[in-house]
């Protein structure tokens, strides 16, 4: 929407995320940073961090989801999207991690102590991660990433 004295934050967070994911990145930043000018809104702050991950840049991203993560307490979306960042670089103990924060913040996110389960699964094929996403699996059959992991696990 527009505001008197311009476009208010959100449309300019959701104009840089589709510049982004047509990797208009520099032109997404200054977007972004416009919004960011306006106050290092939780909002704000996770659209920079997914630009930045759109290039790759995961140690910038991150820095910035962790802020997003300080900036709202009870959200848990920028740590699962931080650790996502971080497994599709290939850094799956740190993805793991992330994951594991996300999960403690909201032990409703069960979703997301499957994600770690397999994260460390990755490195250690030890079967009790895979008994421990069974579990989630069986005990909430609408967990589509438990069972969507335990599938990989088994396969």
């Not at 995961?58 to 820095?63: I, K, P």
């Amino acid at each position: 929407g527009v505001r008197r004295g311009g476009v208010d934050v959100l449309s300019l967070v959701w104009c840089a995320g589709a510049l982004g994911m047509l990797g208009r990145f520099s032109v997404a930043h200054d977007v972004v940073d416009r919004a960011l000018a306006r106050g290092r809104t939780w909002k704000a702050v996770t659209a920079k961090a997914r630009v930045w991950r759109a290039q790759g840049r995961v140690d910038e991203a991150l820095a910035l989801y962790d802020e997003g993560a300080a900036l709202d307490p009870s959200d848990t979306s920028a740590l699962t999207e931080a650790a996502q960042a971080l497994g599709e670089a290939g850094r799956v103990a740190e993805a793991a991690a992330w994951f594991g924060r996300a999960a403690d913040r909201d032990p409703r996110r069960t979703d997301a102590r499957a994600w770690q389960e397999y994260a460390l699964w990755q490195g250690d094929h030890d079967p009790a991660r895979v008994e421990r996403v069974r579990a989630i699996a069986d005990r909430e059959p609408e967990n589509a990433a438990a069972k969507y992991l335990l599938a990989w696990m088994e396969g």
